[in-house]
């Protein structure tokens, strides 16, 4: 899928990796909407760099379907969908205190899941209207797991369940869609400097990227963004999960 002059959706898109990918494809010339419940962060970033902000919590299926229906109005439709919308949680199943709440077990998979296949319905939807480009392509669609979802350590069980699922979803999608030369990719990050482990001490920060092989550091986000163009731009990679990590694999804590 060619980049330049496609038009995006960035479904979490106003900071993190979400933002990094905004900015990846915002400078290789994809007409982006940005879609993100924080409207502050969101907005202030479409004013930047002069593009669409469309509010969308992603539990909300009709505001996730306006936000892709506002992409797709543009010239050729919209061809690349970017999910990076998700949070953490972190309890072990049983303990002391008794069993894990369900409330926030339900919580993190309705918007890591769920919000995740939201995204992915609504938008591969859209893409099937488009005009086929070369090979009979479509559109993309990109969504963010984690290494979790393999190494799952001790307090994520809804965490690693919630991005297993993702994992697992991104095969079959891309079976459903391969009719309509739609792809489907994830990928799932290692330890990465988002606003997730922004609030850790700078102690803590650099013990945990002291833990991965090779770089010895956490992930930036522009090199999620990196991948992620990487995976709009060649046609042959479908189906697929790839681990973004450094080498990195979780010990139980």
Not at 6 to 35: K, N, Y
Request: net charge negative; hydrophobic share 45%; with cysteine.
């Amino acid at each position: 899928m060619r980049i330049e002059g496609s038009q995006a959706i960035v479904i979490g898109g106003a900071s993190g990796l979400g933002e990094a990918s905004v900015r990846a494809l915002h400078e290789r010339g994809a007409l982006v909407t940005i879609a993100d419940v924080n409207a502050e962060k969101g907005q202030a970033l479409a004013s930047e760099l002069g593009l669409e902000f469309a509010a969308c919590d992603v539990r909300e299926e009709s505001q996730v379907q306006a936000a892709v229906e506002r992409a797709a109005a543009g010239e050729g439709g919209l061809r690349i969908a970017l999910c990076c919308a998700g949070t953490g949680w972190a309890q072990k199943v049983a303990g002391s205190k008794g069993p894990h709440p369900l409330m926030p077990f339900e919580t993190i998979i309705s918007i890591n899941l769920i919000g995740t296949f939201n995204a992915l319905r609504f938008a591969s939807s859209a893409m099937t209207a488009n005009e086929p480009l070369e090979d009979g392509e479509r559109g993309v669609c990109v969504n963010t797991a984690s290494i979790a979802a393999y190494d799952g350590q001790v307090g994520q069980i809804a965490y690693a369940a919630s991005k297993g699922g993702v994992v697992s979803m991104t095969l079959p999608a891309a079976r459903d869609l391969a009719q309509y030369g739609i792809r489907v990719n994830t990928i799932a990050p290692g330890l990465f400097d988002t606003p997730l482990l922004a609030a850790l001490p700078e102690e803590a920060r650099l013990k945990l990227g002291a833990g991965v092989p090779y770089p010895q550091r956490l992930g930036q986000p522009p090199e999620y963004a990196q991948l992620a163009c990487h995976i709009v731009e060649n046609r042959m990679l479908n189906g697929e999960t790839i681990r973004l990590d450094g080498a990195l694999r979780m010990p139980p804590r």
